[in-house]
Each structure stands twice: as structure tokens, then as C-alpha cells.
């Protein structure tokens, strides 16, 4: 397995909107093992395709306190979405940025798993939050766009200060 490059907002590439897949073989199959290796090294809860520059509807999630119960989710829908959740969220491709967001608080979810079979999963609390943040990656989306205009205009201050600090 490799360990992939995870793209940084603002790079545009993060808003091309992800195409589904049309077949779970060994290529799919072994980018979601590249992406779970990504995403634990990096380290974070999930990680969309479209964050590593690869734009099919895949997203992998793993929120269990040992942090080995990866879940792939091929061409993910949610189906029902309920209460709300206000939560501190951050992004691997916005790194160090932290910031409270509404996100539903159960969901259920319907997608392929890395078996290429169909299956239904509700999910609660950060895992909800979790898959509804990776599934905005797959629609061209990164969490900051959903603060007020003046937080994004603070958020992209901070990094391009920190781009000019590591140059």
C-alpha cells in the first residue's frame, strides 16, 4: 500500500464534484486500502477520493476508539437525516482548522461496501457528522464553505500566512 497526497484547500481540485463507480474490482478495492492507510497516517476520522485527486464516489470512515474498524463507502446516499449536531469539525485538507458546524445528528446511509455489495448503515454523532462531511468532499464541497463569508476570509488569511512561513 501507498500512502497517497492529500490535497490542501484552496486547491480547486477539491471542488470537482466525484463520478460513481461502475464496478468495485482490485483497482478500487486497493485504492480504499491506500486511502485507510492515508487517512490513519495523516491522522484523521475519514477521507473522500476526491481528497487524494481521485473523483469517484468513494469515502472511507473510521471513528472507533482503536481505530481499526475501517468502513468504505462506494457511491454513498443518505437516505434519512435527523436532529441536529453542533460540533467542532476539522478537515485534513484544511489542516489545524477547527470550527463548529450544524450537521445532522443520525443518519442512515446507503452504499457499496469494498465487497462490491449493497448495504444500509445508520450512524450517530461524529460517525454522522464524519460520513456527512466526506460526502460534501464527493459534491465538490469543503467544510469552510459552510461558514460565513468573513471565517472563510480568516481561514484562508491563516493559510496563506502559514504558506509564506514555510517558504
Known amino acids: 500500500m501507498s500512502k497517497l497526497t492529500i490535497l490542501l484547500y484552496p486547491d480547486p481540485r477539491l471542488h470537482t464534484v466525484a463520478q460513481p463507480v461502475t464496478e468495485v474490482n482490485d483497482e478500487i478495492r486497493q485504492l480504499i486500502k491506500d486511502m485507510g492507510e ?4 495523516a491522522p484523521g476520522v475519514g477521507l473522500a477520493a476526491t481528497q487524494v485527486d481521485v473523483h469517484q464516489r468513494i469515502i472511507v470512515i473510521d471513528t472507533s476508539p ?6 468504505a463507502y462506494i457511491n454513498p ?3 434519512e437525516a435527523t436532529g441536529i449536531a453542533d ?3 476539522g478537515c485534513l485538507s484544511v489542516p489545524g482548522i ?3 458546524t ?5 443518519v442512515r446511509v446507503r452504499a457499496l461496501g469494498a465487497d462490491g455489495e ?3 448503515h445508520e450512524a450517530e454523532g461524529l460517525e454522522a457528522v464524519c460520513i456527512q462531511h466526506e460526502m460534501d468532499h464527493l459534491d465538490g464541497k469543503v467544510f469552510v464553505e459552510r461558514l460565513s463569508r468573513l471565517k472563510q476570509q480568516r481561514i484562508l488569511a491563516k493559510i496563506k500566512k502559514r504558506q509564506r512561513e514555510a517558504a
Open 38 to 41: 492515508t487517512m490513519y497516517a
Open 66 to 71: 482503536a481505530r481499526d474498524s475501517l468502513r
Open 98 to 100: 477547527y470550527e463548529k
Open 77 to 79: 446516499e443518505i437516505l
Open 118 to 120: 449493497p448495504f444500509e
Open 102 to 106: 450544524q450537521r445532522a445528528q443520525h
Open 87 to 89: 460540533c467542532d469539525e
